[in-house]
């Protein structure tokens, strides 16, 4: 069992930079891929960012390479996700999860945080 928590979202300016924390309880934390969702107000929850257990493999959805950046520290057990160059169509609710492998897609995924709001002005 494996018990998320996010925190770090708040209200920034467009261009500016946010950086997310997911902490995990649970004696697992360091088997499990770690990803970053994110969703808007009727649309479906949207794939960022996940990284391998051992911080070896990462993957970003095209519209935030070279912008944000998913790490973690497993002697924390915590995932990161730094946001930099916000826009405001990065503005959702962001969602940590932990699975088993490396997937895009939230169908992979078991275990989910309760979110943390972004929202960037333009």
């Known amino acids: 069992q494996v018990q998320l928590v996010e925190s770090g979202g708040g209200l920034v300016q467009a261009g500016g930079s946010l950086r997310l924390s997911c902490v995990a309880t649970?004696?697992?934390?360091?088997?499990?891929?770690m990803a970053w969702f994110r969703q808007v107000p009727g649309k479906e929850r949207e794939f960022v960012a996940v990284?391998?257990?051992?911080?070896?493999?990462?993957r970003y959805v095209d519209s935030v390479k070279g912008r944000f950046t998913i790490s973690r520290d497993n002697a924390k057990n915590t995932v990161y996700l730094q946001m930099n160059s916000l826009k405001p169509e990065d503005t959702a609710v962001y969602y940590c999860?932990?699975?088993?492998?490396?997937?895009?897609?939230?169908?992979?995924?078991?275990?989910w945080g309760q979110g943390t709001q972004v929202t960037v002005s333009s």
């Open positions: 990284i391998s257990w051992n911080g070896g493999n990462t």
């Open positions: 999860a932990a699975g088993t492998f490396v997937f895009t897609e939230k169908n992979g995924y078991v275990y």
């Open positions: 649970g004696r697992t934390f360091s088997s499990h891929a």
